[in-house]
C-alpha cells in the first residue's frame, strides 16, 4: 500500500504535491485479448502478434488506451490509503484525457497521482487527481488524465 492518508482535512492540504505512485503492474497478451473481449474491440493492433510485428509502428501487440484508463482505479487504491470518516467514494469523471505513447504487450506500468484540486461540493470533497500512467523503460507515459473522484462524508 502507497501513502496513508489521515482524513479529508490532511487530502486538502496536499493539492499539487505527488500524493502517491502504485506498484507496477504487467500488461499481458492474455489481459489485453480479455479486455478486447469483453469491449468487442478486437482489431487486430491488440490481438494479431504476427501482422502486429510486420505492419505496426511499435512491432508488437498493444493495450487498448481505455484498458490502460481502466487501472487508475485500482492504482489509485495502492497508492493513495485515504482514512477517515466519510461515506463512499466515487468515479465521477475526466476533464481530460491522452494516451501519449503505447503501453506494448507484457509491458509492465505504474500509476503517478498529483493532487490538482480539492474542491468542497453539498455532499463531500471532489478531487481532481492529475494522472499519469509509466511504462517502465520508456520515456513518454501511456496515459494523461485530469480524474475527477468525489468523497462523501
Keep these: 500500500m502507497g501513502r496513508t ?24 497478451a492474455e489481459r489485453i485479448a480479455e479486455f478486447a473481449r469483453v469491449t468487442e474491440d478486437e482489431q487486430w493492433i491488440h490481438l494479431d502478434a504476427e501482422r502486429a510485428a510486420k505492419e505496426s509502428p511499435y512491432g508488437t501487440t498493444i493495450a487498448h488506451g481505455f484498458l490502460t484508463l481502466s487501472f487508475l482505479s485500482e492504482m489509485n487504491r495502492d497508492a493513495v490509503d485515504l482514512q477517515g470518516d466519510y461515506k463512499m467514494r466515487i468515479n465521477y469523471g475526466l476533464n481530460r484525457v491522452r494516451f501519449p505513447a503505447a503501453a506494448p504487450a507484457g509491458c509492465r ?45
Excluded: H
Excluded at 492518508?5 to 499481458?28: C, F, H, M, N, P
Design 5 to 28: 492518508i489521515a482524513g479529508i482535512d490532511e487530502i486538502k492540504s496536499l493539492v499539487g504535491q505527488e500524493v502517491g505512485v502504485s506498484r507496477w503492474y504487467t500488461i499481458g
Design 109 to 153: 506500468v505504474r500509476g503517478r497521482f498529483v493532487l490538482g484540486a480539492a474542491e468542497d461540493f453539498g455532499g463531500g470533497i471532489q478531487l481532481r487527481w492529475d494522472c499519469t500512467v509509466e511504462v517502465e523503460g520508456q520515456s513518454k507515459p501511456a496515459l494523461a488524465a485530469e480524474w475527477l473522484v468525489r468523497v462523501y462524508v
